[in-house]
């Protein structure tokens, strides 16, 4: 079967940094998304992997290892707004999205 | 501007009476998708529309049914909702389909209380 693993829940606190961890194991890969959903909102898009590698975008990175079926999402200079849920999602063989359950992401003064 | 836009926000709707979530786009694109995400969970493919080519995933129930009447709109019918029905339902679209890096955008979601 296809699954997608991120912790559930995970607590910072604002300026620093946290990665959020993403394994999976999928049918054929075509790339892995990273999106942001906050509370009753809809995901919005933050970054795609198709290459090993780390992808840096402002205070948002992402890395993937395609060997391992890992990412992480790195989040630096945290800020109060950046409490959110994080999904990661797969882009199987079909090119069909498999969804993580997402990170609850908390920040603390 | 929003450019996927799903109406109403909130619906009530009682139990085992049909109920219609709508969604429309300004994006052109080909692909509309409409997901159920319970709390806590990922986001559930119910189907999705391919131009006016429509694909149904093997376990969504009989009782979801959808129409793309033209490229900027798409209605989610659930003909009689149960109480395990009340979720949040995600509309999205991409440009395309069957390609790497086809980002998908989401609306706001509308999120249905059966009552």
């Known amino acids: 079967g296809q699954n997608i693993d991120q912790p559930t829940e995970m607590t910072a606190t604002e300026g620093a940094i946290v990665q959020i961890n993403c394994t999976y194991q999928?049918?054929?890969?075509?790339?892995l998304f990273w999106y942001q959903q906050h509370a009753g909102e809809a995901p919005t898009f933050l970054s795609y992997n198709v290459l090993d590698g780390l992808e840096e975008k402002g205070r948002f990175s992402s890395f993937l290892s395609r060997s391992k079926g890992y990412s992480y999402l790195l989040l630096k200079e945290l800020q109060m707004k950046d409490s959110a849920s994080y999904l990661c999602a797969v882009m199987d063989s079909n090119y069909q999205l498999i969804w993580g359950a997402g990170t609850k992401l908390i920040i603390k003064p | 501007d929003a450019m996927v836009i799903q109406n109403p926000r909130y619906q009530v709707t009682q139990f085992g009476k049909p109920v219609t979530l709508s969604c429309s786009q300004t994006?052109?694109?080909?692909?509309m998708y409409w997901y159920q995400q319970k709390s806590s969970q990922a986001p559930k493919l119910l189907f999705h529309y391919y131009d006016k080519d429509f694909n149904n995933e093997a376990d969504t129930p009989d009782n979801f049914q959808s129409r793309r009447p033209n490229t900027s709109f798409c209605f989610l019918d659930i003909r009689s909702p149960g109480l395990g029905d009340a979720a949040m339902y995600l509309c999205?679209?991409?440009?395309?389909?069957?390609?790497?890096?086809?980002?998908?955008?989401f609306g706001q979601g509308t999120r249905l209380t059966v009552v």
């Open positions: 999205a679209t991409s440009r395309d389909r069957g390609r790497p890096n086809t980002e998908a955008f």
């Open positions: 994006l052109n694109h080909n692909v």
């Open positions: 999928t049918s054929g890969f075509n790339g």
